[in-house]
């Protein structure tokens, strides 16, 4: 196991969001929105995709590719479809990116071809993937929301790692009402590349965080786990 560059997909210093979308306006919207209202500070870039309907357009730099942005993303948040996943992958780590997040609206399966070849793209820099199928990340007190939830999570010190968005928007809501807050929280899809034993040693090792939440339905690594827990 290894917490290699999940400073990335937690502490991000930038963030860029990439198409093409195949997910619809409605969750580039919303995503592009929360990163905005969570008062992210870093540079943020939408890439391949328009202006969403409701964000002002100077929040974000626009390009039409990953190596024309005046920055490297820290963070990578791919839109697109399967088949141009690897692709992504190579291009995000050409241009210096340590995570990449492949987006939905709620669970989604690349097949079994397209994740092996994103993993080998990923290796050579140990880019680290979070999904396919993730309704998202959020680190509150890094000003950081990319969460397809109704609430936005408030700031704490409990780390949130599960699989089942279903599981993740609850809990949310239920924190949110009785005001508890998060210092991370992962929705980690299909597990293609980041799992819940990594998390388990990152969020150990987060000044940040007092204690640990999971919802696990299933191990694919029971030893891995283990050896973190």
Known sequence: ??????????????????????????????????????????????????????????????????????FAPDLVVYFGPPEQAEDLVMAASIAGARAVLFTAAGYDLFPADALTACLKAAQPQRLRLIGPGSIGLAAPQAKLDLLVTRDAPLPGDLALIARSSAIVNATVTWAKARKLGFSGIAALGQRSDVDVGDLIDYFAADMRTRAILLHIESLSNPRKFLSAA
């Open 1 to 70: 196991m290894t917490i290699r560059n999940l400073e990335g997909a937690f502490q991000p210093k930038s963030i860029a969001l990439v198409g093409p979308n195949r997910h619809g306006d409605a969750l580039l919207a919303h995503l592009a929105g929360r990163l905005v209202q969570a008062g992210f500070k870093g540079p943020k870039a939408l890439v391949a995709l328009p202006v969403p309907s409701g964000v002002d357009p100077a929040a974000f730099d626009k390009a039409g590719k990953l190596e024309d942005l005046a």
